[in-house]
């Protein structure tokens, strides 16, 4: 699956900063209000899906997404 989605010209795996409207919430409730499917967070260089745990976002932590690659919006 992850291989597939990898090489898919139509969706994307990214890895975004964490922004200051996600900053103190549960990782599932940034689930619920992004659109794109959030896999997970990397917090302190550690990745984790979130499952058996609801992390904190903290300043700093990036969120690894699935989306659409149009709906991509490229870092600078």
Known sequence: MVAQLVESGRDILAEIDADPAT???LLSAVREE???LVL?????GQFTLG???DPVIAAGDRLLIAE???RHK???
């Open 40 to 44: 997970g967070l990397v917090h302190a």
């Open 23 to 25: 900053v103190g919430k």
């Open 34 to 36: 992004r659109s794109g």
């Open 68 to 70: 659409e690659a149009s």
């Open 74 to 76: 490229p870092r600078r």
């Open 51 to 53: 499952i058996g745990n």
